[in-house]
Every structure is written in C-alpha cells, then in structure tokens.
C-alpha cells in the first residue's frame, strides 16, 4: 500500500470538516454549479490542493479560463497527482479525476484544452480544491512548490 502524508480522514471526520457541497462532491461524485463557485474565477498564483487531504494537485501558472464556469488546467502539478478513471454516468463516455491519495472526486478531463498547454483540460470543481496564494504557501507547508509558480 502507498504511503502518502496526505492521508483521507474517515468519513464521519469528512462529513464534519466538509460543507454538504464539497462532501457530496469528493465523496459522492457530485457536480457544483458553473459560474457558483469561488475558484472558476481565480486569478492569483497560487497552489490548488485537495479539500480534504491537503495534497497538491494544480497549480495557477497550468490554469486558463475555458469559459466553463468551474477551474480549468491543462495538467496536473505531478503526473501520479491524479488518478484518471472511465466515467459512464449521464449515458456519456468520460474520464473522471480523483486525487490520487484521497481518492475524491475532483472533476472530469477532456481534450478540447489549449494546444499550446497540450490540448488538454481538467475540468475541476472548486468544492474539491483549497486554493492558496503563493504568499501563503510557505506557512502552509507548499515551500518546495514555489518554484513552479510562474
């Protein structure tokens, strides 16, 4: 079994540190509303982690607006951050994000992301993040990844 600092708390713990949103969404593959969230809008550098673990997972230099209403990246801020999984809810072939240590619902990917960036977008609910802005990533414990902010 891997072993990660950025362990999931049991559930009666996530029900308890959670908003209803963001457990229905890491726990239960739940969908905010677009254009309803507070990160589809952030502009500060930064660092996106997972709500419930605190593990990292994009950061702002990979984020670009889509204009889909939720947070968009081209790519994740490791390649084993994620875990990408076949989605046949809804009668639609898609391929859900979960972070890869929590196993939490983060959103979905798909290939219409900016060719530049590689083509890719994760599309990402905001109820699944915690964003920090970089003069706060220090105290938090995300020093080492200041150097990824652009």
């Known amino acids: 079994m891997k072993q990660s600092k950025y362990t999931r708390p049991d559930e009666s713990t996530l029900k308890r540190i959670l908003t209803p949103l963001q457990y229905a969404v890491t726990r239960q593959n739940a969908t905010e509303p677009p254009f309803e969230n507070k990160l589809w809008s952030e502009q500060r550098p930064g660092i996106y982690v997972d709500i419930a673990t605190g593990q990292p997972l994009f950061i702002s230099s990979d984020k670009f607006d889509s204009g889909c209403g939720w947070p968009?990246?081209?790519?994740?801020?490791t390649n084993n951050a994620v875990t990408l999984l076949g989605d046949t809810s809804y009668g639609m072939h898609r391929v859900e994000v979960r972070s890869s240590d929590g196993d939490n619902h983060l959103g979905h990917l798909?290939?219409?992301g900016p060719t530049e960036k590689g083509g890719l977008r994760y599309c990402i609910n905001s109820a699944s993040l915690r964003f920090i802005p970089v003069n706060e990533m220090a105290a938090a414990g995300y020093a080492d990844y200041l150097t990824l902010i652009k």
């Open 72 to 77: 968009s990246f081209s790519r994740p801020i």
């Open 110 to 112: 798909f290939p219409d």
